[in-house]
């Protein structure tokens, strides 16, 4: 029997992470660089062809993904800046012939167009974000006040028990910490996206009345019951029917009132 020769093998080291992190770098900075690129052709070609409908002016075009203004056009010396949600990057020819419309006309049915196109594409942004609520440790019980309770009644006598909120104090300033004027202060906030309500805990002090508090959640508890419409591109909280359905809580111009009256007490926190 022959005997065949033993192959030898060279056993080379086993990439350290680093290495491999390196030799993995070039790929992702080159798929980063094609995402950008794809974007910024994107935009380029949108702006050709709004600008193609444009009067009166150049157009500069840039994109963004702000939550609340869907357009904005600043006019100036010839110069038109549009700002446009990246939503637009999809717009057919009839939406890119509005904008053109829009931007350098101001015109109206061109306006009812784009709310209709923002609507539509709201929707679906909406429906893509995820449903699972935040996660956010939850204080309702204050030192003189209990949200739960004044929500849970609000609920039952203005909401026939349909508002399905979740509620809490804000954050309150550190034991000892000592207090300072405000400039302004945000007296509730409701996270659509959350079911969020949150009250500023300034106003769990002794000389808050208690329909002060009450008035403030039952505005926040209305942000859930009422739509927020598109309107020339900016999304509007306070309708005439909230506003309305606002002045019916029982002590309405009371609370108002000795918020004006007392907002500097207020802002000390």
């Known amino acids: ?29 080159l798929r980063v ?19 193609a409908h444009v009067q009166g002016g150049q157009l500069a075009l840039s994109m963004t993904d702000n939550r609340y203004t869907m357009i904005s056009v600043k006019r100036k010396k010839g110069l038109f800046r549009l700002r446009l949600h990246h939503m637009f990057l999809e717009a057919g020819p009839d939406v890119v012939l509005a904008l053109g419309r829009y931007v350098s006309l101001n015109d109206r049915t061109a306006s009812q167009t784009l709310g209709r196109f923002i609507d539509i594409n709201q929707r679906k942004i909406r429906r ?16 003189h006040f209990d949200l739960q309770v004044l929500y849970d009644d609000l609920n039952r006598r203005y909401f026939e028990g349909r ?3 979740r509620i809490t104090w804000g954050q309150r300033a550190p034991g000892g910490a000592r207090m300072k004027r405000r400039n302004s202060i945000k007296m509730g906030s409701y996270s659509v996206e959350d079911r969020l309500i949150r009250i500023h805990p300034s106003l769990d002090r002794a000389f808050v009345p208690q329909m002060v508090v009450e008035w403030i959640l039952f505005h926040e508890m209305l942000h859930q019951k009422h739509d927020i419409p598109l309107i020339g591109g900016r999304r509007r909280f306070h309708t005439p029917a909230f506003l309305n359905e606002e002045a019916t809580f029982e002590h309405f111009e009371l609370a108002s009132r000795w918020e004006q009256q007392n907002l500097d007490l207020l802002l000390h926190y």
């Not at 893509?128 to 030192?143: D, F, H, N, Y």
């Open 163 to 165: 508002i399905e909120a």
């Open 1 to 29: 029997m022959t005997r065949q020769p033993q192959r030898q093998f060279d056993l080379l080291p086993f990439p350290s992470q680093a290495q491999r992190l390196k030799a993995v770098a070039p790929r992702r900075a």
């Open 128 to 143: 893509a974000r995820p449903t699972k609520p935040q996660l956010v440790s939850l204080s309702t019980v204050g030192e």
């Open 33 to 51: 660089a094609t995402e950008e690129d794809g974007e910024e052709q994107a935009r380029q070609l949108l702006e050709l062809k709004i600008a």
